[in-house]
C-alpha cells in the first residue's frame, strides 16, 4: 500500500497534500477568499451519480462529481475529490484521485445557487483490493465575491471489483426429459495481480427464460467452489435460455450470463 500510494502521488492519483486547496493557500485571485461574508452552503456532492464505481483490472473510469452550493452572491467554482484515510493529512496511506485541470462547469439555478460539475479519472493500477469499500467525498465551493467553504467528508462513494460470469448449457439439443448440464464460472477483478480471479463460494442462482418470453425465472441455486466454478443439472422441459445471475455483494456487483438457448426436441 505505500509503495503506491507514493507512485499514485507523481503519477495523477494524487496524495492528499497534493489535493486539498486551502482557501489561505489559493495562489489565484479568482480562489483567494476576501472572508468578508459568511461562506457558501454546500447542499449536496454526488459522485458516479450516487453510483458505486466500478473497474476492472486495467481500464480507466471517468466519474462525474456534481457539487451544489449557495451564496448570496452566487457560486463561481467549486472543487470535489474522493479519498480515503482516517483523516485528510499527508499520510502514505491517505490518498485519492483528482478533477482533471481546470475550473468547474457551473451551472446556476437561480441567483444563488448553482450546481458545478467536475470530472474525476479513476485508474485501477492504483488500487488493492483492500480498496473495494466507501471512500470519502470532499467538496469545497467559492461565492462570487471570493467567500470559500469546504468538508472533508461531505459525502462517500464505493469501490467495487468488476464482476464477471460465463453461463453453459448443454447437450443442445437435447430430447424432452433428458437431462441438461449448466456450467459456468463467476470472476471478478483482482486489484492486487490485475487479473481476474474465480469468486470463492458464492451463491449464484440459476434462472430460466422460455423461447418466447422476456422474463428469467429462478430454478435453483448453486454455490460456486472454491475458483468459482458452477455446475448443475435440470430436467430438459422446453425450449429456452439458462443463465446464471449474481446479485452481488458489498466489495463486487450483480451480474448476469447471457442467456443460453437449449433447443428440446
Known sequence: MRIR???AAVSGALTLSALAVPASQASSPAFAPARTDAAPVISKAVVNSGKPIVLGTTATKKVTVSVTASHPSGIKDALSYIWRGRESNPKLYDFGFHPEAGRATCKAANTTTSTCTLTITVDPGYLWNTNATTWRVYAG???KDGNFTEKETFSSVRFQRLSRLTVNASPEPVKKGGTITVTGK??????DTRKYAGYASQSVKLQFRKKNSSTYTTVKTV???HTGTLRTTVKAVEDGYW???FAGTASTPAVNAAGDFVDVK
Open 5 to 7: 500510494a507514493v507512485v
Open 141 to 143: 465551493a467559492w461565492g
Open 186 to 191: 463467476l470472476d471478478r477483478a483482482n486489484w
Open 223 to 225: 454455490k460456486g467452489s
Open 243 to 245: 443463465r446464471w445471475s
